[in-house]
């Protein structure tokens, strides 16, 4: 049967190896998906191996993205744009294919899923980190009227619009109300906030966290208090595993019912 596997330390608490389990069942695909723990000074060895050993298809977790990226003999042009790959499928003439599946997940969880259009709107995403990097190319071919990074460092955001042809800010020169809002820090999971003006959200703003949880994030939150609608990123994490078992199988699994499914079972937890 089919090997697959997620690697990443730590790798115990992913929910990888369930949701390319509920794919398979709903696809009727034969796999075998595993967690592997991820060795800082094996980890090259440990994707070799895994291939050695007629492993199809791996997903890479952190901190072992920018790694992999380095093994790949073919790069997507997402991965390339990234720096970073979070999927490897083995070619059949034995090279390494590298993708990076987190941004198309995103945007087809925003498009699709909430039926919220990117074209021509004014977008603002807070953060410069590997997370909004990963993101970026596909979220400017959906062709929005402009991208604004904002960072506490803006040298980082500057960085990243220049590579990616955006806009950079800091927060404090930040004006404007923006129609999407896209938080690609990390800053929900201590539950704090970027400093976010008032002006920069109304009631037609749609904004959108990367992280998720159990309850509503602060940064949604912060979206409800000024009138805004948005959601988290459950379905990001859906969608980019979606994605990638899409190029590993050539079958693109439903998404929006596994996220109902794990929503009803992280609220019930």
């Keep these: 049967m089919d090997q697959y596997a997620v690697v990443g ?13 509920h794919f398979a069942e709903q696809t009727q695909q034969e ?21 050695a050993n007629d492993g199809k298809g791996m997903n890479i977790t952190m901190p072992f993205k920018e790694r992999a990226y380095a093994m790949c003999d073919v790069l997507s042009k997402r991965a390339e744009q990234a720096g970073a790959v979070n999927t490897l499928l083995m070619s059949e003439n034995g ?13 087809r969880d925003i498009t699709h899923n909430h039926g919220q259009a990117l074209t021509g709107k004014r977008v603002l995403i807070l953060g410069a980190g590997g997370a909004v990097r990963g993101v970026l190319e596909p979220l400017l071919s959906e062709n929005p009227e402009s991208v604004t990074i904002a960072n506490r460092t803006v040298e980082k955001a500057q960085a990243l619009a220049e590579h990616f042809d955006c806009l950079a800010s800091t927060f404090e020169d930040l004006k404007g109300e923006f129609d999407i809002i896209i938080n690609g820090t990390s ?16 009631s037609k703003t749609w904004c959108y966290d990367m992280m998720y ?17 948005g959601a988290d ?5 859906v969608g980019q595993a979606a994605e990638a ?24 937890s």
Excluded: C
Aim: aromatic fraction near 10%.
């Design 213 to 229: 949880g159990k309850e509503r994030t602060v940064f949604l939150q912060w979206a409800d208090d000024h009138g805004g609608k």
């Design 187 to 202: 800053a929900s999971l201590s539950g704090s906030l970027p400093p976010l003006k008032d002006e920069l959200a109304g």
């Design 31 to 51: 796999l075998i998906y595993s967690t592997l723990l991820g060795d800082d000074v094996q980890f090259e060895r440990q994707v070799r191996d895994f291939f």
């Design 95 to 107: 090279d390494i294919f590298g993708d990076n599946t987190d941004g198309i997940g995103m945007v």
């Design 245 to 268: 078992f899409y190029l590993w199988r050539q079958v693109r699994p439903d998404t929006a019912s596994l996220v109902a499914l794990m929503r009803k079972q992280m609220e019930a």
């Design 233 to 237: 990123g459950l379905g990001m994490l």
């Design 9 to 21: 330390n730590p790798i115990a608490h992913s929910k990888s190896p369930s949701i390319h389990k």
